[in-house]
């Protein structure tokens, strides 16, 4: 397993923040038993800087407890997957989590939550400080990096919601693209 090394000072900073790569770049892993996983991603389309955002909450069973999707507007793909990392924590609090890791595919976005001194690109600096905000308000959030191939589930609701063809009902009655990525996530990954 790979981790980012945080100064000490800054560690004590974050301490109720922790960070590794998933130890299966290309397969998502779940959580700890009883114990949620919200993936998110973002879809953005640079010509008419549209994007379709999504979080997909699931448990250690890899079951679908809950989920997320919009089509928004952001200036830049940074700024799109911070608005999907947002719209995660947003659906946390509505499932009343107070301890949950949060994945997501941008490694700027989950250093920059880790290290409370770092900077982002200007068109996510905004966002990135209220995400800050609203993740001090749970007791606990693991933030994770996660390969695209990792995050299947969260990148194709984005990418439906983008093109404006994502059921309202997507959760409880998910289209069978998604049905197939929950399964195999759900089957863990190779030996």
Same mark, same amino acid.
């Given at each position: 397993?790979?981790?980012?090394?945080?100064?000490?000072?800054?560690?004590?900073?974050?301490?109720?923040?922790?960070?590794?790569?998933?130890?299966?770049?290309?397969?998502?892993?779940a959580?700890?038993?009883?114990?949620?996983?919200?993936?998110?991603?973002?879809?953005?389309?640079?010509?008419?800087?549209?994007?379709?955002?999504?979080?997909?909450?699931?448990?250690?069973?890899?079951?679908?407890?809950?989920?997320?999707?919009?089509?928004?507007?952001?200036?830049?793909?940074?700024?799109?997957?911070?608005?999907? +990392?947002?719209?995660? =924590?947003?659906?946390? %609090?509505?499932?009343?989590? /107070?301890?949950? &890791? @949060?994945? #997501?595919?941008?490694?700027?976005? +989950?250093?920059?939550? =880790?290290?409370?001194l %770092?900077t982002?690109?200007? /068109?996510?600096? &905004? @966002?990135? #400080?209220?995400?800050?905000?609203?993740?001090?308000?749970?007791?606990?959030?693991?933030?994770?990096?996660?390969?695209?191939?990792?995050?299947?589930?969260?990148?194709?609701?984005?990418?439906?919601?983008?093109?404006?063809?994502?059921?309202?009902?997507?959760?409880?009655?998910?289209?069978?693209?998604?049905?197939?990525?929950?399964?195999?996530?759900?089957?863990?990954?190779?030996?």
């Amino acid at each position: 397993m790979e981790f980012l090394q945080i100064p000490q000072h800054l560690h004590n900073a974050c301490h109720s923040k922790t960070f590794s790569r998933t130890s299966h770049d290309t397969h998502w892993t779940a959580p700890k038993v009883s114990h949620l996983k919200v993936n998110t991603d973002a879809t953005w389309d640079s010509s008419t800087n549209s994007c379709g955002i999504a979080a997909v909450v699931r448990d250690s069973n890899g079951l679908l407890v809950g989920g997320s999707s919009r089509f928004d507007m952001a200036s830049s793909p940074l700024a799109a997957e911070a608005l999907a +990392i947002q719209l995660g =924590l947003t659906l946390a %609090s509505s499932l009343s989590l /107070s301890s949950f &890791q @949060l994945e #997501s595919d941008s490694l700027v976005l +989950i250093s920059a939550f =880790l290290n409370p001194l %770092s900077t982002v690109d200007w /068109s996510a600096s &905004q @966002l990135v #400080s209220r995400i800050r905000s609203q993740a001090a308000l749970f007791h606990r959030v693991n933030w994770h990096w996660a390969s695209r191939r990792a995050n299947r589930a969260a990148d194709l609701v984005a990418a439906l919601a983008l093109h404006r063809v994502c059921i309202d009902d997507w959760t409880s009655n998910p289209p069978p693209s998604l049905m197939r990525i929950l399964l195999f996530d759900a089957a863990g990954p190779p030996p």
